[in-house]
């Protein structure tokens, strides 16, 4: 499967979010900031880049941008997760796809599949239980998902 390279600076959002991807078998990196994440990402391209918008250092913008400067990851694909509703990939160049928090699993491999050019069809995901957060669980099906 995929190598997918998640930076956020929320500790339970990445961790979500590599739960949510190691269940269709990705192998899952991590960084806490967009600066760790560019040099994560120029010592060993991943296939798809998944950056949180507001982060310490270096935000998810600027963070795509000079991934876009970088040859060996000019055409990674790059998916802003935003908490603001309203933006769109004509508005932020660079970005091959945004997704909004929260988001649940379905919504989550509905922009990442293209992406990768992946074929199983959402509806056999594997339906694995996610972590607890402040006493609640991840969002599968609507409910909370600590993504935000």
């Known amino acids: 499967?995929?190598?997918i390279l998640i930076a956020d600076d929320d500790v339970h959002c990445r961790?979500?979010?590599?739960?949510?991807?190691q269940t269709r078998s990705h192998t899952v990196r991590e960084a806490a900031d967009g600066r760790a994440a560019l040099a994560m990402a120029t010592d060993s391209p991943p296939d798809l880049v998944l950056l949180d918008w507001a982060m310490p250092h270096m935000d998810g913008v600027e963070t795509c941008a000079l991934m876009r400067q970088t040859p060996s990851l000019a055409d990674v694909p790059v998916a802003l997760i935003s908490g603001s509703d309203g933006h769109s990939t004509s508005s932020l160049p660079g970005f091959s796809a945004i997704l909004t928090k929260?988001?649940?699993v379905a919504e989550l491999f509905g922009m990442i599949e293209p992406l990768l050019d992946e074929s199983a069809p959402i509806a056999t995901l594997?339906?694995?239980p996610l972590p607890m957060h402040n006493g609640?669980?991840?969002?599968?099906?609507?409910a909370y998902s600590g993504l935000h």
């Open 126 to 128: 594997p339906q694995a």
């Open 15 to 21: 961790m979500v979010l590599a739960l949510m991807l």
């Open 1 to 3: 499967m995929a190598n």
């Open 102 to 104: 929260p988001f649940g």
């Open 136 to 142: 609640r669980p991840g969002r599968v099906d609507g």
